[in-house]
């Protein structure tokens, strides 16, 4: 029997994936398509305190291998979140993480404290959502910022916490050491890559808000590099993202140090894409002779 | 569960304009008017998303459905490229159609260039109805399945903005002058914004029920990533609703255009 | 007739299409594959003071939609340069750029001292190479950085000086402004993305070098949102790259505002798709009522 | 001037072994044994990256020359589903191949795995010269072209890894046997590294003239990029060469292992 459980800091996966925040909105949508059972954790959709209605649209973008959302956080808010989705996804065997963001300190802890006192299972930090202007960005840039919201946070947060890392850095390493330093119980990375693309037939960005993040298959590298440094830098459980398409992919992501997997635009091609990474990993790990999913995390041989 | 269709027919109806029939019992057996599919026009990453496309009609005895496309751009030039008996993966039916007519009803369908199409189905299901279309093309030549709906209306209005066939000139003329002497039950349009505003417009001021059909880019095509973002009216404020999921079609009085 | 003519202070090309740094050695090979003097300039391999004999195989993997390289600068020095390249490359009528890079601020000064008296036509300053632990990488990734090797560079420079741009930053305008204040005539932008692959059946990265650059279709989105953000924020003019395959590519950059651009990568698989570009945007322009390649740099429309 | 070529014909030679017939007049009429293709196995971005693939042969005369492949990953997989009558775009011939026999001399060629493709080509253009070849295969099954080999050989020697044909073991062995008593004019190997570092190793130290053929991930293909590194003896000190334009044929005494 294979042992697929990770303990991130408390919060207990019954396997490695994940459904990463704003690709799979509250589960409902996909749960037509497969057993949410199956899942070790939901990363909801980025929850701010109050509802937020979102840029303007076109909020995609497609580019090679990727896309580029702009988005921005378009949400019920936290309160909507409790009454109307946390009960649905309690039917399920699955760990709920609820991912925030906010526009300032006060917002994230106000947010945090709310959330501390329900049934789920994680908090996780959106320091770093590229498409909104104000508050997240800013924090996610430096390492101050990251250290400011994730001490404020721990002091009031009762769950495990996620701090969710930006790739639009010069060094990531200094990002995920602030948040260890200031407490936080797992890093998550890679948020989307700030891009634009532009139609040229009608000479104008394709996305309402001219800019928006880049993921899918086109940021792998860069992710993965990110989880192999981070992971070298910080004692804490790495939780790795960017293009994962496949069980390959996911065991590259494992390989360079992540402890679980985030799966999002993948998924916008393929609804399977968590159950069927899931089942490729246990082959991978007959096929290797791994007994547990842990001695796959930062494996790499010299 | 799989995706993946078999393509049963293939045929080019006009420059860059294609039909498609896919062998589906899953689609034909449960798609509604105004419905569509989100087709993988590639394997792998020459194309990353999938592409929507609406059903244009089904035959739930054949196992059947069929869709029209315009090439244009990467992904569907890519699916021009496949042949009957090739294997193609498509999600579907996805979205929430048009509401039918009522038997005994009047109603007026105003569709523009690939804007037609799922008008096309909402005319074969709608029974025992008075139905006039009205349909705007660019020119003559990309006048498509005009028998199609000869045979599903009582009355076809064409126009093409060239005057090259038809009424010259946008189809929102026709349809206004219509509305002088007429008053429909029910309209339907998809097509071209400007032309959906007109006959929204025109609907919500003479009080006529109207339904959208509203396009935008899509990631999930499910309702998961909220990127189809359609802006609609809620009290004094608006919301962003989602395109693949809450429409494609919308009641007129919704939309803020 | 169209003008396609484009003068980037001082540094005068008949055509806004350059060959990227590294990815076209001195020019000799593709000589053999299309007409040099079709090219509006031609950056050549990264130049140092000594020979270098770069970092160990394998120095490539294949990413979605690009690739990641680790060739570790390897070159013949900047002596074997003026005495074997210069004279062959001065036999085409295209702009020969020197890109250049050094392990100090003196290296990049001597190196630019001894090219300001040969027949070449600009100087790329490579401040951002990811493949070489010390030196360049460390200029490239602060405002400091780049205003130190820039400023004493200029002042021993008489070739126009472009400073090429790292995107492994967390604010590409501020990179710009410094190069800008330093007195370099023109940015060049983006190097590559810093990335690693793994291959999960050995259990080890691809590279010899473990990381290494990532460039090719996959970072397009990235280099256009990056030219982008630049152009708004320098006044000198901007050479854009990251990703360019096609004529429609270097149309998105030079509307983003690029007043040139290089193509490296999609060389590899294409070798005329330097002449191929050159061709698509002349039709682009004639289609567009351009007459001028000037006036399409920044021309977004509202 | 473009690169595509037409399949005349495809065959599967064994479990993941392809052989390929191409059109060409520019590589059918230029190739010299050791040199190689650059096959871009599917059109945009599935597969990025040209793959190197060496020439099997060529029939000038046809104007054909032929490849032998095996899948080892998603581009040579791609091509693998290709058939005959298809196009593929492929960049050839290139790199540096073998130095051809003398008239009269005796050599020995060795081959590994996919490595003993080169060889056949150098075999068939060494002409009235001595030639034994040893190849080495992992297993019966995987055991290719052996009549063809034998066509062009005075002698044959196969081994497997698991010994079931040939002698059982490395074919280094037999390899090495076969120096005890003979002493081969040139020798000529292409395989995995181990094998060729024995083979290259036991000619320098007998003094016997030896060419290695060196594999490595290429970007270019052509000499530009400096991706395809081998590390290669000058005086003292070492240098990178380029295996696509330099190699991918090198004198053994130069190769550092
Ligand atoms: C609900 C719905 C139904 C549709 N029904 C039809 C139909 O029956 N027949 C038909 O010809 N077309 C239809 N369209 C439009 C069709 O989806 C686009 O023409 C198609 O996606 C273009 O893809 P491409 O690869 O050729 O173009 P590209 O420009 O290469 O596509 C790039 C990206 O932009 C998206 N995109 C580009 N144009 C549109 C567009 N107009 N709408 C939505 N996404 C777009 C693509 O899906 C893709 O993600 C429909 C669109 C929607 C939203
Ligand atoms: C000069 C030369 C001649 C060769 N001749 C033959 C031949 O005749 N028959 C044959 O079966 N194989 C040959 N090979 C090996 C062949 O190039 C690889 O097996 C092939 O590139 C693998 O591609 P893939 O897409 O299947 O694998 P993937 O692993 O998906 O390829 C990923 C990337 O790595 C590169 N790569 C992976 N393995 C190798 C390798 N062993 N050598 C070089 N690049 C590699 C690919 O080209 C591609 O860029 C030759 C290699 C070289 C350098
Ligand atoms: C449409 C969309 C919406 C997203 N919304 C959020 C969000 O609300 N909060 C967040 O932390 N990340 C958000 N992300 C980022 C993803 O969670 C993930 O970090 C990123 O997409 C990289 O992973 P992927 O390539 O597997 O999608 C969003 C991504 C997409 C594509
Ligand atoms: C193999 C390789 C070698 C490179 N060497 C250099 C170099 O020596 N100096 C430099 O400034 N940039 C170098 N680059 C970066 C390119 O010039 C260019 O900035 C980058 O590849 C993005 O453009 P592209 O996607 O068109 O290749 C190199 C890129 C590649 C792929
Ligand atoms: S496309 Fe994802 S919500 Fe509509
Ligand atoms: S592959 Fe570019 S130099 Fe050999």
Redesign the pocket.
């Known amino acids: 029997m294979l042992d697929l459980s990770v303990n991130i800091a408390g919060l207990k996966l019954k396997n490695p994936i994940i459904a990463?925040?704003?690709?799979f909105g509250f589960g409902r949508e996909f749960s037509e398509y497969f057993d949410l059972n199956l899942l070790g954790g939901i990363s909801v959709?980025?929850l701010t305190l109050k509802p937020r209605k979102g840029n303007e649209p076109p909020r995609i973008a497609e580019t090679p291998a990727g896309?580029l959302?702009s988005?921005g956080?378009q949400n019920p808010g936290v309160y909507s979140f409790i009454k109307d989705e946390i009960p649905f996804l309690r039917r399920f065997d699955t760990a709920i993480i609820a991912?925030i963001a906010g526009n300032t300190v006060d917002d994230y802890c106000r947010i945090a404290e709310i959330l501390s006192d329900t049934d789920i299972d994680a908090i996780e930090l959106?320091v770093s959502?590229p498409n909104v202007k104000e508050g997240c960005l800013m924090f996610g840039s430096t390492a101050e910022g990251i250290s400011k919201v994730t001490s404020a946070v721990r002091k009031v947060c009762k769950k495990p916490l996620i701090v969710?890392l930006s790739p639009n850095v010069t060094d990531i390493t200094e990002m995920a050491k602030a948040a260890e330093d200031s407490g936080a119980d797992s890093v998550s990375l890679?948020?989307?890559l700030l891009g634009m693309a532009i139609d040229i037939k009608s000479r104008k960005p394709i996305l309402g808000n001219i800019m928006g993040?880049l993921?899918?298959p086109a940021?792998k590298p860069v992710a993965v590099r990110m989880v192999y440094q981070v992971s070298k830098a910080v004692k804490i459980p790495v939780i790795g993202?960017?293009?994962?398409s496949d069980a390959d992919d996911a065991i590259e992501f494992i390989l360079a140090g992540a402890s679980a997997v985030?799966?999002?635009?993948?998924g916008f091609v393929n609804p399977y894409v968590w159950v069927e990474t899931l089942d490729g990993i246990k082959q991978y790990m007959e096929q290797h002779g791994f007994k547990k999913i842990s001695e796959l995390t930062g494996a790499l041989l010299d | 569960m799989s995706f993946n269709v078999v393509i049963d027919k293939t045929e080019k109806l006009a420059e860059d304009i294609y039909f498609l029939r896919l062998k589906s019992e899953r689609v034909s057996g449960k798609a509604v008017p105004g419905q569509f599919v989100n087709i993988k026009c590639s394997d792998g990453l020459n194309t990353f998303l999938r592409r929507p496309i609406s059903i244009l009609r089904t035959n739930p005895v054949e196992n059947t459905f069929d869709i029209v496309y315009m090439i244009r751009g990467k992904g569907t030039r890519l699916l021009s490229c496949l042949n009957s008996g090739d294997t193609i993966d498509c999600m579907g039916p996805l979205g929430k159609g048009f509401t039918l007519p009522e038997k005994g009803e009047k109603i007026c369908v105003i569709g523009g260039g690939i804007g037609v199409f799922p008008l096309l189905f909402l005319l074969e299901k709608s029974i025992d109805v008075n139905k006039t279309a009205f349909l705007g093309f660019r020119t003559k030549d990309l006048i498509v399945l005009q028998k199609d709906f000869e045979q599903v209306t009582n009355r076809l209005i064409i126009s093409t903005d060239d005057g090259s066939f038809g009424e010259n000139g946008l189809i929102t003329k026709p349809f206004l002058d219509f509305l002088e002497t007429e008053k429909p039950d029910r309209v339907y349009t998809c097509g071209p914004l400007p032309m959906m505003k007109t006959v929204a417009e025109v609907c919500i001021e003479k009080n006529i029920f109207c339904e959208v059909s509203m396009e935008q880019r899509m990631?999930c095509g499910i309702g998961a990533?909220l990127?189809c973002a359609c802006k609609t009216r809620h009290n004094d404020d608006y919301e962003y609703e989602r395109i693949c999921r809450d429409g494609p079609v919308f009641g007129a009085e919704k939309i803020v255009f």
Chains 1, 3 share one sequence.
């Open positions: 990463a925040s704003g690709t959709k980025g896309i959302n988005v956080l991912n959106n959502c969710k890679i948020n989307t993040g993921s899918g940021v993202m960017g293009g994962i985030m799966i999002g635009t993948a | 990631g990533c990127v």
